[in-house]
C-alpha cells in the first residue's frame, strides 16, 4: 500500500532493538482518514469471504478494527490482556509471550461473543514474532471459529512472524512488509 | 440519548456492586453502527467548539473516539496505562485510580501529541467516580491544552464522578445518565 509506505516515510522512526516508532499516526496518536483508507484496503483483499466478526486484541488494533469494520457491516469483538488471575470459565483465555513488554499475559475474550459459526477477520496494528497473532487464532479456534483472514497493516518482514503464521495455513495480508531498516540512517526498505 | 436508552434497556445487565454489563454492544464486543449514531450525537452537542483533537484512554474508549472523531475531521490521542516503572520525561503522566480493578496506575501521553494550542474533547464510554476522566484533564492541562469538552457515552449519575467533573468548569454531556438500578429485577431508570 504505497500511501501507507510513504507515511512510513515520512513519518515514522527506525529505533535500536528493531523498533519502529509509528505512533505519530498509527498506535498512539490515530490518524482517522489513514484508517479509512486502511479500512477500504482490507475490504478490498477480504471483501469476498463473508466476514461476519472483526477480532483483534487491545489496545492499538482497537482503532483500525472499528474503522475497517465500517467496510464489512460487522461488530468488532477485542480481546483483553488479563492479569493471569481470575480468568473464569466463561471467558476462552490464551497465553501470549509479549516482545514488546518481555513478560507473559493472558488474552481473553467472553464465551458470548465467539462462536462456532463465525467467519472472523482478524486485524492488528503489527506483526513482528507473531505471539499475539497466534493467542487470537488460537482464541477463535477454542470457540470452534473459522479464521477466514488476517489483516495487518505493518508487518517486520525480518522477524519470524510472517512465516510462523503462513505455515499455520491462515490467510494473511499485509499492508507493507519491512523487510529491513536501519537505526543508524533511519532508512526502511520495503518488499514488494 | 433515545436509541441508546433502548439499547442499554434490552442488552444491558445489572449485576451486583452497581455494576451495568453492556459488553455485547459497547466495551468487548463493539456494535459500530451503533458508535456512528453515538458519533453524530457529540458532533451535535460538540460541533461549535473548534475541537482539533480528540482524547481518550484505552481500552474501551478507542473505537467510540475513532468512529467519533470522523465526524470532526481530527485525529484521536489515547492516553496509555503504564505500570509505573520507568515514566520517562517525555511523556505526560498521571495517577489514576481504578474502580473496577481496585489499584493505581499511571496513565501516559507522549509530550508530542498534546499542546498548547490543543483544543480537546475528551470521549469516553463510562462515567463513574470520575478518576479516569480526571486523569485525562490533568494529561490536557499538564500540556497546557484546553478542554473544550466531555462527551461519555453512559453516567452513573448516582455515582459522584458528573458532579466532581462539572465542579471543575468542564463541559460534561452524556448521552445516557443512569440514576439508579436494580441488579435484583434488573430495572433501570435513566435520567430524563
Redesign the interface.
Known sequence: MKLLQERILRDGNVKNGNVLKV???LN??????L??EIGKEFKKIFGDLNINKILTI??SG??I???T??YF??????A?KAQSINIDEAVYSTKIESFTHRKAYDAI??K??LNANDKILIIDDFLANGCALAGLIDLARSAGASVEGIGIVIEKGFQSGGKMIRSMGVRLESLVIVDSMNAEDGSIVFRS
Not at 73 to 78: A, D, H, K, L
Request: aromatic share 12%; proline share 3%.
Open positions: 505512533d505519530s499516526f498512539h496518536q490515530m490518524d482517522i482518514g484508517f479509512n487491545e489496545a482497537i482503532g478494527a472499528c474503522i469494520a465500517q457491516n460487522v461488530p468488532v469483538v477485542f483483553k475474550v467472553s458470548k461473543f
